[in-house]
């Protein structure tokens, strides 16, 4: 079973999330991008990661770019860390979101409404699950 965590500020957007991956794994939400920094950090100070992050791009606190930034760098601090797979989720689809995103090193990025297949597909292709 994988461990999830899914950053998203929407109450109905995280349900519908975790709806799609709890059949995967076990599903932690926190609803603003510090709270999913500290999640994280947390999990790391306990000597464990998250096999699989969602990061709403727009979030209140922190934003999710801002997370990633975050959540990258307690990962490169950390010894003997897998490293985690992070996917962002947003209504945005402008060129210099997605740059920014992949530049801070997230693993892929999806604009909403999310479609459950994609999510599948994403999660097949970095090899976190099996169809």
Known sequence: MLKILIA???AVSSIIIKTFL???GDCDVSYNGQEAIDMFREKVSLGETY???LLDVMMPI???LQALKEI???ESNAKNLKRSNILMLTALN???TI???LENGCDSYFTKPIK???ILVALERLRLIKK
């Open 116 to 118: 459950k297949d994609k």
């Open 94 to 96: 402008d060129n210099e």
């Open 62 to 64: 922190k934003t999710g």
């Open 72 to 74: 990258r760098k307690i």
């Open 99 to 101: 740059r920014k995103a």
């Open 22 to 24: 709890a059949p995967y």
């Open 8 to 10: 998203e500020d929407d």
């Open 51 to 53: 096999d699989l992050v």
